[in-house]
């Protein structure tokens, strides 16, 4: 029954750690990449749909972006909803396709996605110290219905916390990666 719980929880922290690794991807470096339009949600036709959906997206180059809708209609929408978002891109199309030229950074915007990163890093190990949390308290409930004895729930316990750390620490690896990356000139 502890294998359970140490097993869901495992699981349910290996979503986190690869939830805050999709969303590190997300935010933009030096380069050009097709996951920077992820989380992009355009009003379409009063409904928001994510951009993936409507559009292909592809890198010709590593400082450009190119977003073709399938919609030619939805082009205007498309453009509005990336320059409403936090990426900092300025689209222009030519009709049939929007182009996203991607700037090099400066040092004041490196900074600002640097904090940027570090939040979601921290929603990351929140989001893990959370399934802590709630394995924590059914270990706990087991020792107080008396199915499990208080020496085998302090062994869990420490697998348990044992596996947080482990997470975490996936976590700040990440972290400092994708902060290397953002720095990187």
Avoid: W
Avoid at 26 to 50: E, F, M
Avoid at 155 to 177: G, S
Wanted: glycine residues 4%; without cysteine; aromatic residues 2%.
């Amino acid at each position: 029954m502890i294998d359970d719980f140490v097993s869901d929880a495992t699981r349910r922290m290996d979503k986190s750690v690869e939830a805050a690794a999709h969303e590190f991807n997300t935010v933009r470096t030096g380069r050009a990449s097709a996951a920077l339009l992820d989380r992009i949600q355009v009003d379409y036709y009063g409904t928001p749909t994510p951009l993936q959906q409507l559009a292909t997206i592809n890198v010709p180059e590593p400082r450009m972006i190119t977003v073709q809708p399938y919609d030619p209609g939805s082009i205007k929408a498309i453009e509005r909803a990336i320059l409403e978002s936090d990426l900092g891109l300025t689209p222009s199309n030519d009709g049939k396709v929007v182009r996203l030229p991607i700037p090099q950074l400066t040092e004041e915007r490196r900074k600002e996605l640097v904090k940027v990163v570090r939040h979601l890093a921290e929603e990351g190990r929140v989001a893990v110290r959370n399934v802590r949390r709630d394995v924590m308290h059914d270990l706990k409930e087991l020792v107080k219905n008396g199915d499990v004895g208080d020496d085998e729930e302090r062994r869990a316990e420490d697998r348990v916390q044992k596996l947080t750390d482990e997470h975490v620490a996936k976590i700040e690896d990440l972290l400092k990666r994708k902060e290397a990356e953002i720095m990187e000139v």
